[in-house]
Nanobody, 123 residues
Framework: QVQLVESGGGLVQAGGSLRLSCAAS????????MGWFRQAPGKEREIVAT????????YYVDFSKGRFTISRENAKNTVYLQMTSLKPEDTAVYYC????????????????WGQGTQVTVSS
C-alpha cells in the first residue's frame, strides 16, 4: 500500500518561497504520475501541478505557472514543489497524490493521497 508523506510547509511572508517535499513508500513510484493539490478553507481541493512518471512532462494551472515548479527524484521516491513569489491567496493545505497512470493531469486519476502540509502566507 502506497504511503505519501508531505513536508516543508510553514509560515512565510508574501513574496517568499517554500519547497514542499513528498516521500513515497510501498509502491512503484517511478512508474506513477504524481501531483500536488491544495485546499484552502471553505474551498474545494484544486490541482496545482502534475508530473509524469519519467519527469519529462509537467502540467501547471494558471496560478502555478511561472511561480511554482514541480520536480521529482525517482531514486529517492520523492516529488517536490518549489513555490516562489508566494501570495496570501496561496494559503492552503497542500497535498501530494499518486496516480496509477504514467502521466495525467486529471484530478480524478489520482488515487493515493498524503495527509497534507499547511502553507500559510502572510501579507
Amino acid at each position: 500500500q502506497v504511503q505519501l508523506v508531505e513536508s516543508g510547509g510553514g509560515l512565510v511572508q508574501a513574496g517568499g518561497s517554500l519547497r514542499l517535499s513528498c516521500a513515497a513508500s510501498g509502491g512503484t513510484f517511478s512508474m506513477n504520475a504524481m501531483g500536488w493539490f491544495r485546499q484552502a478553507p471553505g474551498k474545494e481541493r484544486e490541482i496545482v501541478a502534475t508530473i509524469s512518471a519519467s519527469g519529462m512532462s509537467v502540467y501547471y494551472v494558471d496560478f502555478s505557472k511561472g511561480r511554482f515548479t514541480i520536480s521529482r527524484e525517482n531514486a529517492k521516491n520523492t516529488v517536490y514543489l518549489q513555490m516562489t513569489s508566494l501570495k496570501p491567496e496561496d494559503t492552503a493545505v497542500y497535498y501530494c497524490a499518486l496516480s496509477p497512470y504514467d502521466y495525467t493531469s486529471i484530478p480524478e486519476a489520482f488515487s493515493a493521497w498524503g495527509q497534507g502540509t499547511q502553507v500559510t502566507v502572510s501579507s
